[in-house]
């Protein structure tokens, strides 16, 4: 691991071989228009701030991308719980504790933010 390796870089290696469909798949078409409809949003941000919008003006519409961000992670926590977290369950109890802990960690780690 270099000293440019972040924290989401190693768990992403550490996920990237989830076996089968992720539980946000059968929603991913609308976590796809979200996320494009937010890059639209930070786009216009970039133009708020090159064309010297006043401040407050540039908060409010931050304050909108977080809030729309927040909407998409809550969404994906709740696929994962229902979808992965349920499945390793299934599989055993040592598989199902792991992908609650991974879970929570992740919450954690959204909380933070």
Known sequence: MTD???DQDVQHEEHASHDGPHGYASDKE???R???RIE????GIARMIDEDVYCIDILTQVSAVTKALQAVSIGL?????G????DAARQSE????AKVKEAADAI????RS
């Open 34 to 36: 979200r996320m494009r």
């Open 108 to 111: 954690a780690r959204l909380v």
């Open 30 to 32: 609308a976590y796809l």
């Open 40 to 43: 639209g949003q930070v786009r």
């Open 77 to 81: 926590v709740e696929d994962h719980l």
């Open 94 to 97: 040592d598989e199902g504790a």
């Open 83 to 86: 979808h992965c977290v349920v």
């Open 4 to 6: 440019t390796t972040t």
